[in-house]
C-alpha cells in the first residue's frame, strides 16, 4: 500500500528497463506505417496495427511496474512531489496543445476571413486573391460548396451537461477517497467514466450527422478542419482520459490508495477536470458563437 511511514528515506531510483526502447519501437513503427499507409502502400496498415500492439504491450508492462513499486512502498513524498510536478507539466503541455488550435480558430475567423472579404484595407485583397469572396461563418468548403453549421444545441449542448456532471461525480468520489469511503468510490468512480463513454458515444453520433446531413467533413474549407481537429483531438483525450479512470476504479476495487497517498487518483482527476474545461471552450467558440 502508499503508506509514508512504509517508504524510505532516500529519493528512489528506478532500476534500468525494457520499456522505453519498447516505445520507441511501438511509435516508429506506427509512423511508418502510416507514411505508407497514405501513399497506399498495402504493407502500411499492418505496420501501424502491429506498432500499436507493441505500444499497448509497453503501456500495460510500464505502467504495471510503477504500480507495483508503488505498491511495495518505494515511492516517498519526495517522489510523490515529482510525480505531481510531472502531471502538472504534462497538462500545461497539453494546455498549449489545444491553446494552438484556438489560436488558429480565432486567427482565421477573426482576421483571414475579413480581409480575404476585402474589409477595411484588404480592397485589393480581395480583388486580387479571392474576388466574390463573402466574410461568412461557416466560410464555403471546395470548390464553393456551402458548409452547414453545427448548432450548439442538441447533442453538444447534451454532451456539455455530461461532462459537466461527470467532473461532479469525480469530484465526489475524490472526496469519498479522502474520507476512507471505498464504497462511495467506486460507485462515484464508476459513474464518471459511464458518462465519459456517453460522451464519446454520443460524439460518434454527431459526426455521423455532420457527415450524412449537413455536409460537415474534414476537408469543408477552413471550418470543417478546425471543427474535426478540435472536437476529434478532445473526443481522444475523453477516451484516454475515460480508460484511464477505469484502470483506477480497478485499483480502488484491488484496495490500492489510502486517503492520504492517491496521487494516482489525482493525476487523472486533474487529466479529467482539464478536459472539461476545453470542452466548455469548444462548446463556446466552436459551437455557439
Same mark, same amino acid.
Given at each position: /500500500?502508499?503508506?509514508?511511514? @512504509?517508504?524510505?528515506?532516500?529519493? %528512489?531510483?528506478? @532500476?534500468?528497463?525494457?520499456?522505453?526502447? +519498447?516505445?520507441?519501437?511501438? =511509435?516508429?513503427?506506427?509512423?511508418?506505417?502510416?507514411?505508407?499507409?497514405?501513399?497506399?502502400?498495402?504493407?502500411?496498415?499492418? =505496420?501501424?496495427?502491429?506498432? &500499436?500492439?507493441?505500444?499497448?504491450? /509497453?503501456?500495460?508492462?510500464? &505502467?504495471?511496474?510503477?504500480?507495483?513499486?508503488?505498491?511495495?512502498? *518505494?515511492?516517498?513524498?519526495?517522489?510523490?512531489?515529482?510525480?505531481?510536478?510531472?502531471?502538472?507539466?504534462?497538462?500545461?503541455?497539453?494546455?498549449?496543445?489545444?491553446?494552438?488550435?484556438?489560436?488558429?480558430?480565432? %486567427?482565421?475567423?477573426?482576421?483571414?476571413?475579413?480581409?480575404?472579404?476585402?474589409?477595411?484595407?484588404?480592397? +485589393?485583397?480581395?480583388? =486580387?486573391?479571392?474576388?466574390?469572396?463573402?466574410?461568412?461563418?461557416?466560410?464555403?468548403?471546395?470548390?464553393?460548396?456551402?458548409?452547414?453549421?453545427?448548432?450548439?444545441?442538441? *447533442?453538444?449542448? *447534451?454532451?456539455?451537461?455530461?461532462?459537466?456532471?461527470?467532473?461532479?461525480?469525480?469530484?465526489?468520489?475524490?472526496?469519498?477517497?479522502?474520507?476512507? @469511503?471505498?464504497?462511495?468510490?467506486?460507485?462515484?468512480?464508476?459513474?464518471?467514466? =459511464?458518462?465519459?463513454?456517453?460522451?464519446?458515444?454520443?460524439?460518434?453520433?454527431?459526426?455521423?450527422?455532420?457527415?450524412?446531413?449537413?455536409?460537415?467533413?474534414?476537408?469543408?474549407?477552413?471550418?470543417?478542419?478546425?471543427? +474535426? /481537429?478540435?472536437?476529434?483531438?478532445?473526443?481522444? @483525450?475523453?477516451?484516454?482520459?475515460?480508460?484511464?479512470?477505469?484502470?483506477?476504479?480497478?485499483?480502488?476495487?484491488?484496495?490500492?490508495?489510502?486517503?492520504?497517498?492517491?496521487?494516482?487518483?489525482?493525476?487523472?482527476?486533474?487529466?479529467?477536470?482539464?478536459?472539461?474545461?476545453?470542452?466548455?471552450?469548444?462548446?463556446?467558440?466552436?459551437?455557439?458563437?
Amino acid at each position: /500500500m502508499e503508506h509514508a511511514e @512504509h517508504a524510505p528515506s532516500h529519493y %528512489y531510483v528506478p @532500476h534500468g528497463t525494457r520499456w522505453p526502447i +519498447f516505445g520507441s519501437i511501438g =511509435l516508429f513503427t506506427m509512423m511508418l506505417g502510416a507514411a505508407l499507409w497514405l501513399n497506399a502502400h498495402p504493407v502500411g496498415q499492418w =505496420l501501424v496495427t502491429g506498432g &500499436f500492439g507493441v505500444l499497448l504491450i /509497453m503501456l500495460f508492462g510500464w &505502467f504495471g511496474t510503477v504500480i507495483g513499486e508503488s505498491e511495495r512502498g *518505494l515511492y516517498n513524498l519526495k517522489v510523490d512531489a515529482s510525480f505531481r510536478w510531472a502531471m502538472g507539466w504534462f497538462i500545461f503541455s497539453e494546455v498549449m496543445f489545444f491553446g494552438v488550435f484556438f489560436g488558429t480558430l480565432f %486567427y482565421t475567423r477573426v482576421l483571414v476571413v475579413p480581409w480575404l472579404a476585402g474589409e477595411g484595407d484588404n480592397f +485589393f485583397t480581395n480583388y =486580387l486573391l479571392w474576388p466574390g469572396f463573402e466574410n461568412t461563418w461557416p466560410s464555403t468548403g471546395p470548390l464553393g460548396e456551402p458548409v452547414e453549421r453545427m448548432g450548439a444545441w442538441g *447533442l453538444p449542448a *447534451l454532451n456539455t451537461a455530461i461532462l459537466l456532471l461527470s467532473g461532479v461525480t469525480i469530484t465526489i468520489a475524490h472526496h469519498a477517497l479522502r474520507a476512507g @469511503h471505498r464504497t462511495q468510490v467506486i460507485i462515484w468512480l464508476a459513474a464518471t467514466f =459511464l458518462l465519459g463513454f456517453t460522451f464519446v458515444g454520443l460524439q460518434a453520433e454527431e459526426y455521423i450527422h455532420a457527415y450524412t446531413e449537413l455536409g460537415l467533413r474534414l476537408d469543408s474549407g477552413v471550418y470543417g478542419g478546425t471543427f +474535426f /481537429m478540435l472536437t476529434g483531438f478532445h473526443g481522444l @483525450h475523453v477516451t484516454l482520459g475515460a480508460i484511464m479512470l477505469v484502470i483506477v476504479w480497478l485499483r480502488v476495487l484491488k484496495g490500492h490508495f489510502t486517503p492520504d497517498r492517491h496521487f494516482a487518483f489525482e493525476g487523472v482527476a486533474w487529466y479529467w477536470h482539464f478536459v472539461d474545461v476545453v470542452w466548455l471552450g469548444l462548446f463556446f467558440f466552436v459551437y455557439w458563437l
